[in-house]
């Protein structure tokens, strides 16, 4: 049984912890678009080049669609570009949304996510408007790559956190499901529980998960 000890604030990841993710689809829907190298500017567990530009804000959505269109060549629409970016994105299980409805009961919760405001303001809204919530009545705090400027696994975003919501490391549990934040938050005393993205985090509503 996983268990932790004096934990207060649960920190959330997005993709592949709540969000459920098609790359493979993304993929596919930009090579439609003529931009047959987009395996190698994008991975799992983190994006490279404009794509990381883009999640730490340093480029606008008008700038991400500039630069998609220099790469494939064509003329392509804000909506095109749009579409095949978002469809990176599935759902959020109805369960899930459940789930952090009433954790919220005994938890301070946060949602630290590498992510861009194409995903956050088109396409997350509509899932946490299942449970008749948006994403900031949900968590007490969201926390965005795009918005701080800085991206996981680099420790400052994890401190940032940490000093932003004036909690100690050791009363936090981080749930994502990418190794290398894992680790990084280890580092920093930050408890921790590597996510399948396949399992539907249940245990965090068994009482016997908390000491």
Partial sequence: MKQFSNITTLI??????????????CILNFKKLGLENFEQLMGHFGQKGFFLEFEKGKISIEQ???????LTKQSLTDAQ???????????????????????????????????????IEFTVPIEFAKVGKSISE????????????????????????????????NECLFLD??????DQANKLGIQTYLVDPSEDLSFLLNSGTWN
């Fill in 177 to 182: 499901d990418g190794p290398k934040n894992i």
């Fill in 12 to 25: 959330f990841d997005m993709g592949g912890v709540l969000v459920n993710l098609d790359l493979n689809r």
């Fill in 138 to 169: 949900i968590f007490d705090k969201c926390y965005f790559s795009y918005e701080m400027g800085m991206a996981k696994p680099d420790a400052e975003i994890f401190e940032a956190v940490l000093t932003d919501a004036g909690i100690s490391a």
């Fill in 64 to 70: 991400f669609r500039n630069e998609i269109r220099k």
């Fill in 81 to 119: 570009i749009d579409h095949a970016w978002s469809s990176f994105l599935l759902d959020i299980p109805y369960q899930k949304l459940e789930m952090l409805l009433e954790l919220k009961k005994s938890f301070r919760l946060l949602l630290l996510s590498n992510t861009n405001p194409l995903h």
